[in-house]
């Protein structure tokens, strides 16, 4: 049974959705031990799915007219049924995070950077998160343990627990 957190359920999605997004951002992130606990699972399903379906995709010929008439045939690499139910079921249960231009870097290089991603973070965990743990979880032979949690000691001003959740 999940925890209620002490808050109303729009409001406990909204922030496992948010510090999900976080995390799987920036790879860690501080917060309360209880929420920590319950973010765990809630990311831990998320990577399981992009894990079990980021190999599914389909080439496709798809045939374009140029301004002259004349077609050409162009090979496209396309999500497959799997990967694609998976990759909308994630972007529901993560806030999409943009691409920040990084310190010193001119705006043409930023636009080239990201030129054709549209969903970061979705992109991100599909072609980075998930064939790194996919080869962590046939290295050890099992799955699952994505998280690691420290604790840090009490919060001063109402004793509440801290801990640090990230990505192993």
């Given amino acids: 049974m999940p925890r209620k957190l002490g808050m109303k359920t729009a409001h406990r999605m909204a922030i ?14 501080e917060t309360t031990q209880a929420k920590a606990k319950e973010l765990r699972s809630y990311v831990e399903k998320i ?11 389909v080439e496709v010929v798809v045939k374009k007219t140029d301004v002259k008439g004349k077609e050409t045939s162009v090979k496209v690499v ?17 806030y999409d995070l943009q691409e920040v ?12 950077r990201t030129k054709g ?15 790194k743990y996919a080869d962590r979880a046939k290295e050890l032979g099992q799955g699952g343990g994505y998280t690691r949690i420290y604790l ?5 001003g109402d004793a509440t627990e801290r801990a640090i959740i990230e990505l192993v």
């Fill in 16 to 29: 496992l959705k948010n510090q999900a997004s976080n995390l799987l951002w920036y790879g860690k992130i």
């Fill in 47 to 57: 990577l399981t799915l992009a894990i079990n379906s980021y190999e599914d995709t």
């Fill in 78 to 94: 396309k999500d497959g049924t799997k990967k694609l139910a998976a990759r909308r079921k994630i972007m529901s249960k993560i």
């Fill in 101 to 112: 231009k990084a310190k010193g870097e001119s705006k043409s290089s930023y636009k080239e």
């Fill in 117 to 131: 991603i549209n969903h970061p973070l979705v992109e991100k965990i599909f072609n980075e998160l998930a064939p």
């Fill in 152 to 156: 840090l000691g009490e919060r001063r």
